[in-house]
């Protein structure tokens, strides 16, 4: 095998609550649009048409409970909490039904969004890379193994900043439910094993400054908590 000229980039990984082994993550999408209320806050439309689809790099994630960085290049940095489901089983043009044996385990997650950035992409029709895909865009909790698929996907989703409730919704609230979001997904892309997928966000979103602490939880899921530093 040919050696490489650098060092090889690290192998991104996740705690699982309970076990001792790491989840190595492979790629990261996000839906965005996916709760009729977010939708109506940021001034759109709620249709029928799928979730937009973007992705942050697995190099984004901040686990363990590691303090956040409060993100150059922005004034306006946004919090986003979010289920995010993990792949377990490959999929590709799947049903529902597959997609749902496919998902390894859930956790609860942010979606940062330097929303400054991503108002000017808006106003050009331009791509949201700037304002989602920066280092340290995705702190995350522990991955919880899905143990009964049948109930996962009701329940709360709440985020509090310095102890005030920011978001507070219900899973169940989703325009498009993780199996439908999953099957529609892998009609785009070959999804793999290793394979995270934020799920978009209840209404609530607003700025986070340097020295906030940020609590999240969904149903299903360990929660966590960080510092923007
Ligand atoms: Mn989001």
């Known amino acids: 095998?040919?050696?490489?000229?650098?060092?090889?980039?690290?192998?991104?990984?996740?705690?699982?609550?309970?076990?001792?082994?790491?989840?190595?993550?492979?790629?990261?999408?996000?839906?965005?649009?996916?709760?009729?209320?977010?939708?109506?806050?940021?001034?759109?439309?709620?249709?029928?048409?799928?979730?937009?689809?973007?992705?942050?790099?697995?190099?984004?994630?901040?686990?363990?409970?590691?303090?956040?960085?409060?993100?150059?290049?922005?004034?306006?940095?946004?919090?986003?909490?979010?289920?995010?489901?993990?792949?377990?089983?490959?999929?590709?043009?799947?049903?529902?039904?597959?997609?749902?044996?496919?998902?390894?385990?859930?956790?609860?997650?942010?979606?940062?969004?330097?929303?400054?950035?991503?108002?000017?992409?808006?106003?050009?029709?331009?791509?949201w890379a700037a304002a989602k895909a920066f280092d340290h865009s995705a702190p995350i909790g522990p991955l919880t193994v899905l143990e009964n698929p049948m109930n996962a996907f009701t329940g709360p989703i709440a985020l509090s900043v310095n102890g005030a409730v920011k978001q507070s919704g219900d899973l169940a609230q989703m325009l498009w439910s993780p199996p439908q979001l999953l099957a529609h997904l892998s009609t785009l892309f070959d999804l793999h094993i290793g394979d995270l997928v934020f799920t978009g966000t209840p209404q609530g979103v607003g700025p986070l400054q340097r020295g906030d602490y940020v609590e999240a939880q969904a149903q299903g899921t360990t929660g966590f908590s960080f510092t923007v530093i």
């Not at 076990?19 to 806050?41: I, K, L, M, Q, S």
Request: with cysteine.
């Open 1 to 127: 095998m040919s050696t490489t000229v650098f060092a090889p980039p690290p192998i991104i990984t996740m705690p699982i609550t309970g076990r001792t082994e790491r989840f190595a993550v492979g790629r990261v999408f996000c839906a965005g649009r996916n709760y009729a209320d977010h939708v109506v806050e940021m001034g759109g439309k709620v249709s029928t048409e799928p979730p937009v689809i973007f992705t942050k790099p697995a190099s984004a994630l901040v686990c363990d409970g590691a303090d956040v960085p409060y993100p150059r290049a922005t004034s306006e940095l946004h919090h986003e909490v979010e289920l995010v489901l993990a792949l377990g089983k490959p999929l590709a043009d799947a049903s529902p039904e597959d997609a749902v044996a496919a998902i390894y385990g859930l956790a609860v997650g942010v979606d940062l969004t330097r929303r400054d950035v991503q108002a000017k992409a808006k106003a050009h029709g331009a791509p």
